[in-house]
């Protein structure tokens, strides 16, 4: 029995190390990072449930190991466990970010039940177990197949079956070419020291690894990321330098020459960009390159101004931190204004992230954990041939300040540190159940009570992949009263996103607007979607109530249904939480406008303006604001010092040669009028009062030629007939 469990044991393991890489499933919205958390979520915990059947069925005793490695990763758990509870956004602190879903506390414990499973049952002198080499051979098989897969989309052959184009992610290891390119240097460095130093390499594996590293180095030399080409040069560099002092290759120190070669010559790259050169000389390229899935990813400088304002901005935020997944709103609260337009909810680097969602006391035990690594890395002897694990650990150690954790870096980074926890001196525990009843009460009860929570969360789990398949098939469906129903049944299947909801409220408001657009509208149908759609955004607005994104959800459904003031109210409350956002200043002037409040309009277009200097929108409703006060001059002083900077801007030349019109500056007025026109021919307004400014000069002919291109671009427009008549009755009398 006690063999039965532990290959159950050992091979759930390395199907998890294999298959995690690559699984993926096409049923939810986010194809990758949520189906990865459901399944090693699950399989971890499956595992760990198995681990404590055996000790108690077979062992008939309680082992596990320990040393001061563990305790403090149990710290920094129970520190993640009670930043959670105080979080600013507790449905992101437990589910994660939407979108995201590896900065939440389930994703967590994921991560460390995965760790205990490791942990506990590594092969020992003493004991069988999971060995590290199948480890690394496991994860290097399965992420040759993921570089395979990544080849396979990068040149459109998968779009060359019709069954499977519709459905495959771009790659299993990433939703972006750079998030894919750091794994591919994090596999590079792992393949490259494992082919050098690896025990009991045969010629058929050998091949393979050199098969992927050229694989790997390929795809690295077509996405061309800086941060990759600096992340393998640093580790190979070390490399080279652990093998010299620790004498690895003994007397054949030539052998140094191979990675450090790769490693200058990786340098060199480092400082080319080889995008540009190919493109320059291979100009049908460019489409390629641009067709590459980017994403664009908070300066790390920005990222540790924005979790250090964050953890000092309150005392239970220097020990707990916002809490996990809350990045979003530390970022729309501390943002510097050179990113007012932007929102990140992930910082640029794991540790940041770590400074924001844990504080200063989570930061300290995660840079201790770090230590530990560094330690290992730098000061433990190992055998040579797994002198490789130390590059593993200190590449993972090096990822923490470089670029942010996706599921995949964190499942190689708790892999990493149970590895690591394995390498240094521990002590195994074993307690005897039979002489100890009430630790055998305990282990049976905290086993069933795993069983009965794995239970749970399986049921729990289910219905919210339910909720998540009707959300994307929403997503997806054209017809907009189909779409409805299917996020109505995404929020009754999981009434705790309120992603979910605010989804809902848009399409219910899309539902109001195309119903209002109507000649004859049903009067109780407004009413009654109008109420649903305030209802479902003021519901997502209430679970999380400091996400900016609900907020303003609601504020522009206010807005959009008419109720001005409700929006306003829910504007200035969202300037609370995001102070750097000059488009809710804007929408506040807009709405101030309408209500005719001009001084309050144009404070809030002021403080736009303040904000962003070269905010076009803000700049051309402050002129009309001064318009209607009857300013005429101030309005087009602003539009003019404006549009001598930024002279693309069709629409403030429009005003500007209507007031020039209103003034009866009639050249000044054409001369504006014609600049709108070239850099927007179908500019109907332009043309009509360009019309009019003919009309006024006399030139009755041209104006009718420019009503008729109005009228040719707005068939149904009565004003412009009613126009274009009046002109040639006028133009028949002469």
Not at 133 to 145: D, G, K, W
Not at 398 to 425: R, S, V
Request: charged residues 20%.
């Amino acid at each position: 029995m006690s063999n039965f469990f532990e290959k159950l044991i050992k091979y759930l393991c390395y199907f998890i190390v294999f298959l995690l890489p690559l699984f993926w499933l096409p049923f939810s919205f986010e194809v990758i990072e949520f189906n990865k958390l459901y399944f090693l979520f699950f399989f971890s915990w499956l595992g760990v449930i198995l681990w404590l059947l055996k000790q108690i069925v077979k062992e008939r005793a309680f082992i596990f190991r320990y040393n001061l490695f563990d305790i403090l990763l149990v710290l920094f758990l129970v520190l993640a466990v009670l930043s959670s509870v105080f979080s600013k956004d507790k449905i992101n602190s437990i589910f994660g970010t939407y979108g995201r879903f590896s900065d939440g506390i389930l994703t967590l414990f994921a991560f460390f039940g995965f760790y205990l499973l490791l942990r506990n049952n590594f092969k020992t002198e003493e004991r069988e177990g999971i060995e590290i080499n199948t480890i690394f051979r496991l994860l290097l098989s399965s992420s040759f197949l993921v570089i395979l897969f990544t080849i396979f989309s990068v040149f459109n052959l998968w779009q060359k079956i019709p069954v499977l184009k519709n459905y495959l992610p771009f790659s299993l290891a990433g939703s972006s070419a750079f998030s894919l390119a750091i794994f591919l240097a994090l596999i590079f460095v792992l393949a490259f020291s494992y082919l050098f130093l690896g025990k009991g390499i045969k010629r058929l594996e050998r091949g393979f690894l050199i098969l992927l590293l050229l694989f790997d180095f390929f795809l690295l030399f077509i996405f061309d990321f800086t941060l990759a080409w600096f992340f393998i040069f640093l580790s190979l560099f070390l490399f080279s330098l652990f093998c010299a002092i620790d004498r690895v290759f003994g007397e054949k120190v030539e052998m140094n020459l191979i990675p450090l070669s790769i490693s200058l010559f990786v340098l060199v790259l480092l400082f080319l960009n080889l995008q540009a050169i190919i493109v320059n000389f291979f100009p049908k390229t460019q489409n390629f390159f641009l067709s590459l899935p980017g994403e664009f990813i908070l300066p790390q400088k920005e990222s540790f101004r924005v979790a250090f304002k964050s953890a000092i901005s309150s005392p239970k935020n220097i020990f707990l931190g916002s809490g996990p997944g809350t990045f979003l709103e530390d970022f729309s609260l501390f943002k510097s204004r050179n990113f007012w337009s932007f929102r990140f909810n992930l910082a640029g680097n794991n540790f940041a992230q770590i400074l924001a969602n844990f504080g200063f006391l989570g930061a300290t035990l995660f840079s201790l954990i770090l230590a530990f690594l560094a330690i290992l890395v730098f000061l433990k002897k190992v055998k040579p041939e797994f002198f490789f694990v130390k590059l593993f650990l200190f590449s993972l150690f090096l990822l923490q300040f470089l670029f942010y954790q996706n599921l995949l870096f964190g499942f190689l980074f708790w892999l990493g540190l149970a590895i690591a926890a394995n390498l240094i001196l521990f002590k195994e525990k074993r307690i005897e159940l039979k002489e100890n009843p009430v630790v055998a009460l305990f282990v049976e009860a905290l086993t069933i009570l795993l069983i009965l929570a794995f239970f749970f969360s399986l049921f729990l789990g289910t219905v919210f992949y339910l909720a998540d398949y009707n959300y994307k098939k929403g997503f997806l469906e054209p017809d907009l009263e189909k779409k409805i129903s299917f996020f109505q049944k995404a929020v009754s299947f999981n009434q705790y996103q309120p992603y979910y909801k605010m989804v809902l409220s848009q399409a219910l408001s899309q539902k109001f607007q195309k119903e209002a657009q109507k000649e004859n509208p049903d009067q109780n149908l407004l009413y009654q979607t109008g109420i649903l759609a305030i209802k479902f955004a003021k519901a997502a607005k209430d679970s999380s109530p400091n996400n900016i994104l609900f907020r303003e959800n609601l504020a522009f459904i206010y807005r959009d249904l008419g109720t001005l003031e409700l929006s306003l109210k829910e504007f200035e409350e969202a300037t609370k939480l995001e102070p750097q956002n000059a488009t809710f200043y804007l929408e506040m002037g807009k709405n101030q406008l309408t209500l005719r409040n001009l001084e309050e309009a144009k404070k809030n277009f002021e403080k736009a303006i303040e904000i962003e200097p070269n905010f076009a929108q803000a700049i051309l409703q402050k002129a009309l604001t001064l318009e209607l006060e009857q300013n005429l001059d101030g309005g087009i002083s602003e539009l003019e010092e404006f549009l001598s900077k930024n002279p693309n801007f069709s629409e403030g030349y429009f005003h500007l040669g209507r007031m020039y019109y209103l003034k009866g500056n009639y050249s000044k007025a054409k001369e504006n009028l014609d600049k709108a026109l070239v850099l927007f021919p179908n500019y109907s307004n332009a043309r009509y009062f360009l019309a009019l400014v003919y009309e006024k000069e006399g030139e009755i002919q041209k104006a009718i030629e420019e009503l008729e291109k109005v009228q040719a671009l707005n068939p149904d427009s009565e004003l412009v007939k009613s126009k274009i008549n009046e002109l040639k009755e006028k133009l028949s009398q002469k």
